[in-house]
């Protein structure tokens, strides 16, 4: 069951529900939640690493 995991790449700027966009897609209205229908949608990103670099 390993490739069945979906990671959530969306999130609702009013509610915070995270979904994929294949729960967005379902609705067939275009971009909104598929929970409460709001349209302003947040997309998330993995956090980045910051490297440390010893000056010359």
């Not at 529900?17 to 609705?27: G, I, S």
């Not at 947040?42 to 010893?54: F, G, N």
């Amino acid at each position: 069951m390993e490739g069945e995991h979906k990671e959530k790449v969306y999130k609702c700027a009013k509610c915070g529900y995270e979904f994929t966009k294949e729960e967005m897609e379902e609705l067939e209205s275009g971009i909104i939640c598929p929970r409460c229908g709001w349209r302003i949608i947040i997309k998330l990103r993995p956090a980045y690493q910051i490297k440390s670099v010893k000056a010359l």
